[in-house]
């Protein structure tokens, strides 16, 4: 409603908030509402009625979030929602002057940096050994398989076809889904997990 207004042509700018703008872009968006619950709500920033919005306001905000030694990929992860929510009433400003806010939150370059730490075998039986029965699936599958663990919390039952032992992954960081045939120990294991589970529930939440 909130952007439609501006859309509009009604200057609500003056009288609504960043914390406004946060909330009305991520009524729809669930990762986008946890990001700004962590960063935005709370900070100096979000009372500052958006027509009153500067680049120092800004660049304070992220100076905030590298205080909290942040890593620079998740700091450029937080800069994202909060971009996309004020470009949806924010016009650009023009470059090098106080008006120019998107200046603030560009993004670090260089930020991601290739993970090279793995666990070799013994600790991830040391691990596994310390893991209690709740996690322990999810660990387990962690060490079977080369995915990361939001894509492995996602996966369905259904998505592990025990005759052919071929698991559906859906949609990862490249958006993709892939099937992927799974080797004889990793198939029993996950043939047992997924007998044990209802199958409209996913694999390792009970």
Partial sequence: MFFQLIENGDDLRTFFAV?????????????ARKRFART????????????????????????SLQNRKLAPATINCELVPLRAALHKVLPLGTPSTEAAWQEALKPIRNA??????????QQCIQLLSNATPEIEPLIRSLCYLPLRVGTIAKLLVID??????????????????????????????????????????PYFVK
Avoid: M
């Avoid at 914390?19 to 990762?31: L, N």
């Avoid at 709500?41 to 306001?57: E, F």
């Avoid at 991601?112 to 075998?121: A, G, N, S, V």
């Avoid at 559906?168 to 490249?174: E, S, V």
């Fill in 19 to 31: 914390k406004d703008a946060c909330q009305e872009y991520a009524s729809d968006k669930i990762e």
């Fill in 40 to 63: 935005v709500y709370q900070s100096a920033i979000a009372d500052i009625p958006i027509k009153k919005l500067r680049r120092r306001h800004l660049i304070e905000w992220r100076t």
């Fill in 112 to 121: 991601e940096r290739q993970r090279t730490l793995y666990l070799d075998q």
């Fill in 160 to 201: 592990f076809d025990p005759r052919t032992a071929e698991l559906t992954i859906g949609k990862d960081k490249n958006g993709q889904s892939r099937k992927i045939v799974l080797p004889k120990t990793t198939a029993d294991f996950f043939t047992v997990s997924a007998n044990q589970r209802n199958q409209v529930i």
